[in-house]
Structure formats: C-alpha cells, structure tokens
C-alpha cells in the first residue's frame, strides 16, 4: 500500500510543520550532522525548550521531518498527477520534473549523515521509498499498456523495480556530479530511454510529439 504509516498533516501541530518544515530546508542544505539541536533552534527562531516539547532527541527529530517529508511527497503526486489526468507518458513526465525539483538542491551530506548516524531512519525511509517509487511505475505501466502506449508483453514488476533503483542511485552516488553531468539530464535520458524500451510504435510517435514540443518552448 502506497504510504506505509504516513504523518497524517491534518492532525499535526501548526507549530510543529513549520519546525519540521524548516528542519528539512536545514538539512538538505547544510547536512544533518553539522547542525546541533541548539543551532536548530536558533535558526528556527524557537528556544530549545520549545523545540524538545515536539520530539525528544535529534535523532527523533530526523525521523520526523523523513516521515513528513515522505507524506508530503506522496499527497503532492496525488494531486498533480491523478491517473485520469494524463496518459502514461505524460505522468511518468511530470513525475520525472518533480523528482529533478525534489533532489536539484539536495547536499550529498544527507545521504551520507543519514546512512552513518542515523541508519535505522534511512533504512526505513530508503525501504518505503523504493516501495512507493516501485508501486507507482507499476501502475503507470499498467495505466499505459491499456491505453496501447507501451507493449504487453512486458514484465512489469522486473520494468517498475529496475526504473525505482535507478531513481534512488541517484540519491546514492556523487558519480554524475562528479563528472559533470546534470541531474535534469540524466532524468531526461532516464526517461526517454525507459519509454522507448517499452513503448509501442504509438507510445514512440507521442514521445517523439513530445520532444519536439519540448524543444519549441
């Protein structure tokens, strides 16, 4: 089931959000291990005090803004790319521009932070993440071999579980940065060269319509 057990927005603290909303700003940009839970306050604009009447320790606090940040990730593909909105290529599209948007700014010392000093955290996140990633290219596969968009000869749990591990490399490895090749071009050839593999000759001509559309704006 897409979500696992999910911070339900409604139900939390206004206070609260914005402590894990501006936790997670924090963190993306300046690492996790860096930052103590007094510079968290800081700048945060919050006593200390106020801070651990939400969370008891840093490491709950990491927990914390995950599950938030996991929960906003689903409820925002859920309303922007709702299944009868758009055909199979066209979502799998949008959802190649939301992840380029979510890891554009992301420090590699999150991933690094996370996997050293916080690994029971990242290991669950990682684990929910490859379900939710691997649960939607599933549907998406489905959703566009009935509209005759990819081939139905295809494996789709090998397909969907293939393109989830690549996303999540990315968030893995400098190797790209550090032979200078852009996150928006590495999705962009991700997602060509996953349509073409299994896309039908009508699949192909809408993504050829769609680049050159691309290209004109």
């Not at 930052?35 to 200390?48: E, F, P, Q, V």
């Not at 922007?80 to 949008?94: K, V």
Request: with cysteine.
């Amino acid at each position: 089931m897409i979500g696992g057990n999910m911070l339900d927005e409604g139900k939390l603290d206004e206070k609260f959000i914005q402590i894990l909303l501006g936790s997670c700003k924090m963190f993306k940009s300046l690492g996790i291990r860096s930052l103590s839970m007094d510079d968290i306050a800081r700048n945060l604009s919050i006593s200390k005090k106020t801070l651990y009447q939400y969370v008891k320790s840093k490491d709950e606090l990491v927990e914390k803004v995950m599950d938030y940040d996991f929960s906003k990730t689903v409820n925002v593909w859920m309303q922007e790319c709702p299944d009868d909105s758009s055909n199979a290529i066209d979502q799998l599209l949008n959802a190649s521009k939301y992840i380029y948007e979510e890891l554009k700014d992301v420090n590699p010392a999150v991933t690094f932070d996370l996997q050293k000093y916080h690994t029971e955290v990242y290991r669950n996140h990682l684990m929910r993440k490859q379900d939710l990633i691997f649960e939607l290219m599933k549907a998406n596969i489905v959703k566009g071999i009935s509209e005759g968009l990819y081939r139905e000869n295809i494996n789709e749990e090998v397909v969907a579980r293939i393109y989830a591990n690549n996303i999540e490399a990315l968030t893995e490895s400098d190797l790209f940065k550090r032979h200078h090749i852009s996150l928006e071009m590495i999705l962009e050839i991700m997602f060509e060269n996953h349509i073409r593999a299994i896309a039908t000759p009508l699949g192909v001509n809408y993504l050829e319509n769609i680049k050159t559309k691309l290209k004109e704006d």
